[in-house]
Nanobody, 115 residues
Framework: QVQLVESGGGLVQPGGSLRLSCAASGIIFSIYDMGWYRQTPGKQRELVASITKGGTTNYEDSLKGRFTISRDNAKTALYLQMNNLKPEDTAVYYC?????????WGQGTQVTVSS
């Protein structure tokens, strides 16, 4: 059974930082391309950042320099370091694992940026 479990979300003040984690099980983590997505009510889920099985990263343009995606294949974990958070970063953040036709999502973790 494949499980992607996000953690690390919460309430943070503008300018603060959070580190999200995604613990993966039930898949051979190292051969999956991974990504973080986010969604706010009434909007489509959007890509935040992705990292291939080989370690190549890609970011939504407006987030470059503030967010950093990384993975630890030994721990089967995906991370998203978020710095200088802004109110518009408020969303539910989801972890995604993809390989060919296999496509898995976590349940999401809420990030709220507010003073």
């Amino acid at each position: 059974q494949v499980q992607l479990v996000e953690s690390g979300g919460g309430l943070v003040q503008p300018g603060g930082s959070l580190r999200l984690s995604c613990a993966a099980s039930g898949i051979i983590f190292s051969i999956y391309d991974m990504g973080w997505y986010r969604q706010t009510p009434g909007k489509q889920r959007e890509l935040v950042a992705s990292i291939t099985k080989g370690g190549t990263t890609n970011y939504e343009d407006s987030l470059k320099g503030r967010f950093t995606i990384s993975r630890d294949n030994a721990k089967t974990a995906l991370y998203l370091q978020m710095n200088n958070l802004k109110p518009e970063d408020t969303a539910v953040y989801y972890c995604r694992a993809r390989k060919y036709a296999s496509d898995y999502w976590g349940q999401g973790t809420q990030v709220t940026v507010s003073s």
